[in-house]
């Protein structure tokens, strides 16, 4: 299996910045594309930012010019920078990557599965 640690959630003040940070471990062959959604209560989970295993990047409408996804290939943790926050980014942010287990491999069956962090709340308030 993969666990996805995230961290650097928390309280900020309109205009300021945040740091997430999610680690992937366990039973990793490799990992596609890495991505953060975000959720507030009564709503869907939309998308943030994802970045592919060549780095190709994508953003959610009301994130774009603002937040920066960014991975490191050899810690295998993906980031989002999060600049100019307002209060409408308040939410929890979920980690997400496309990845293909070691015992997938060794079993013949390398089809790539999709995991979930447990969420960070991102609180943005005067």
């Known amino acids: 299996q993969v666990q996805l640690v995230e961290s650097g959630g928390g309280l900020v003040q309109p205009g300021g910045s945040l740091r997430l940070s999610c680690a992937a471990a366990?039973?990793?062959?490799?990992?596609?594309?890495m991505g953060w959604y975000r959720q507030t209560p009564g709503k869907q989970r939309e998308l943030v930012a994802t970045?592919?295993?060549?780095?190709?990047?994508n953003y959610g409408d009301s994130v774009k010019d603002r937040f920066t996804i960014s991975r490191d290939y050899a810690k295998k943790t993906v980031y989002l920078e999060m600049n100019s926050l307002k209060p409408e980014d308040t939410a929890v942010y979920y980690c997400?990557?496309?990845?293909?287990?070691?015992?997938?491999?060794?079993?013949?069956?390398?089809?790539?599965?999709?995991?979930w962090g447990q969420g960070t709340q991102v609180t943005v308030s005067s």
């Open positions: 997400h990557v496309f990845a293909i287990t070691r015992t997938q491999v060794m079993e013949g069956r390398a089809t790539e599965y999709d995991y």
């Open positions: 366990g039973d990793i062959f490799s990992i596609n594309a």
């Open positions: 970045i592919s295993s060549s780095a190709t990047t």
